[in-house]
């Protein structure tokens, strides 16, 4: 079984960079980065081929803006750590033409989305990582739009979750980590002094 850690931030709190850095210490050996972007205009392809630029030339890259676990399940084996980058923009996939957003099959969806990254976690081996990256979006405003509001409740969902499987999560600040839940990262020098700890993972609310 791998470990599961969960990266979580706000827009360019440094979850991404957090999450390649840590799989990045699993020198010389086999990576996965999964990619839940849809490059759907230049600014997006131009944001993918940066991201894609950032990342060791040796990395294997499997694009999968739905069904990411069944993707990776097959070849979860293979890898000794596996990035899934990001969970949000696989529920902006699952809302896309859906008349209701609140619909229930949109939640069914979605929860067996997340049931599945958590049993392809399952049949990693021992001492592999599957490193999720998500959006913390608890902590703006409540969105306008009746669309915005279900998005941000599926992304909360789906981050508690995560996060009460996880083996280790952290919240990104400023490129800084805080530790919610597990150890602290390899790195001392990374970790915000006092933050290390467990966190009970709460009810969904």
Request: hydrophobic share 45%; net charge negative.
């Amino acid at each position: 079984m791998g470990d599961l850690i969960l990266v979580l931030g706000g827009a360019r709190s440094g979850k991404s960079a957090e999450a390649v850095r840590t799989a990045s210490e699993r020198t010389e050996e086999q990576v996965l980065f999964v990619a839940t972007a849809e490059p759907g205009d230049d600014e997006m392809r131009l944001r993918i081929e940066k991201h894609r630029a950032e990342r060791p030339a040796h990395w294997h890259t499997l694009e999968a803006p739905r069904n990411v676990g069944q993707a990776i399940s097959g070849q979860s084996q293979t890898f000794a750590a596996i990035v899934v980058d990001c969970i949000t923009l696989l529920v902006s996939n699952l809302l896309v033409d859906r008349p209701d957003p609140y619909a229930e099959e949109v939640r069914l969806d979605l929860d067996r989305e997340i049931a599945e990254l958590l049993e392809a976690a399952n049949e990693m081996p021992d001492g592999s990582q599957l490193i999720v990256v998500s959006n913390e979006v608890g902590t703006g405003l409540a969105p306008l739009t009746p669309l915005g509001r279900a998005f941000r409740d599926l992304v909360g969902h789906a981050n508690q979750t995560l996060a009460a499987a996880a083996d280790r999560a952290v919240l990104m600040v400023a490129g800084l980590p805080l530790i919610l839940k597990g150890e602290a990262h390899q790195n001392p020098d990374s970790v915000l002094p006092g933050s290390a700890g467990n966190a009970a993972a709460t009810r969904d609310e």
